[in-house]
């Protein structure tokens, strides 16, 4: 059986730590080699995936460094039977093309949820306290302190919304709460108050919170939600942090947002597409503390990411059911409730 493995370019002997990459590939290849399977591994799905298209089984990528499996693309792999996610979040395979050509689409959930979390965390801090411009200061020679003053904040007493609260947005939650922070979130899975935060209607949310922290998974529903119309009726002077998915909140409407004050700041990690070309303007869009996609794989969720990638791998090969918990689509049907909902 072939599987197809996508990860980014490593050299060798370099970054010796990370398992999502060329070299170290999850350690898949002694895995998959010792239960007589083809593991080809790939950097550039652009120029390196379409020869094997006619005859893989498996597709193997990560919400880092995406394969954008397109009805297109599924139209080409007349064998391929499953799509995993080495992370947390399928959206870059077309579920439509999955149900209609029956692929599995299944995730290692749960594997990078602490990570994704403190990183959220750190975005906001970095945000309020214009930790930026202080750094910078710091680096280049300057001490220009009513600079970083004039827009540094506690955090203390500001209220938080959580915009999706399901694994991610629960901790985050968890965390802000000795902050003293008033937390409310909005997600129709999660309709009680719990953890200290507020259920609270969307309008609601976006209209009073100083500070919106997304951790909904890109649907139908969330993509480009965040567009300008929606972000004016943010408070003005609030802050956005989005680690979740780039195309829940529009690009073009975030930057004039920024630039006319309406908005105080915006952090996160992830973008669209991935890799983000060099020219993505929220590469060079002021007042945002923008970082390549990595909340999600620290050294510790890696880990666990490879540990889930070969449990699902080896459900599959022995003809067991998947965890519930790690399936998205199955048997031409959307089992997640995060993808159902409307």
Do not use: C
């Amino acid at each position: 059986m072939k599987i197809v493995a996508v990860f980014p370019e490593s050299e060798a002997n370099k970054n010796e730590n990370q398992l999502l990459s060329t070299e170290k590939a999850l350690g898949l290849q002694s895995f998959l080699e010792e239960r007589h399977h083809e593991l080809v591994i790939i950097s550039d799905t652009a120029t390196q995936l379409e020869p094997h298209l006619k005859d893989m089984s498996v597709v193997i990528s990560s919400p880092f460094y995406p394969a954008y499996i397109t009805k297109e693309i599924a139209a080409k792999a007349p064998n391929l039977k499953l799509a995993i996610t080495a992370g947390v979040g399928s959206d870059h395979v077309d579920l439509d093309a999955a149900l209609e050509n029956h692929i599995s689409v299944v995730e290692v959930t749960g594997s990078n949820v602490v990570s994704v979390a403190e990183h959220a965390v750190m975005n906001i801090l970095i945000l309020l306290r214009n930790f930026l411009e202080g750094h910078r200061q710091a680096v280049e020679g300057e001490w220009d302190l009513p600079k970083v003053g004039n827009h540094a904040h506690d955090i203390e007493g500001k209220t938080v919304g959580i915009f999706g609260f399901g694994r991610i947005g629960q901790l985050v939650a968890q965390r802000l709460k000795p902050f003293d922070v008033r937390l409310q979130h909005f997600d129709p899975l999660h309709q009680e108050n719990i953890l200290g935060s507020q259920f609270v209607p969307f309008e609601q949310l976006v209209e009073t919170s100083d500070i919106i922290t997304i951790h909904a998974p890109l649907t139908k529903q969330t993509d480009n939600l965040f567009d300008r119309d929606l972000m004016l009726k943010m408070k003005r002077g609030s802050y956005l942090v989005n680690t979740a998915r780039g195309k829940i909140v529009d690009r073009d409407a975030l930057k004039e947002l920024l630039e006319s004050d309406h908005l105080a700041g915006y952090a996160g990690d992830v973008w669209y597409p991935q890799p983000a070309p060099k020219d993505h303007p929220w590469r060079t869009m002021p007042k945002q503390a923008m970082t390549v996609h990595y909340s999600g794989m620290t050294l510790e969720a890696q880990m666990r990411i490879g540990e889930g990638v070969k449990d699902i791998l080896t459900r599959f090969f022995e003809h067991r059911p998947f965890q519930t918990k790690d399936v998205i689509v199955e048997d031409g049907e959307i089992k997640s409730p995060s993808y159902r909902v409307k």
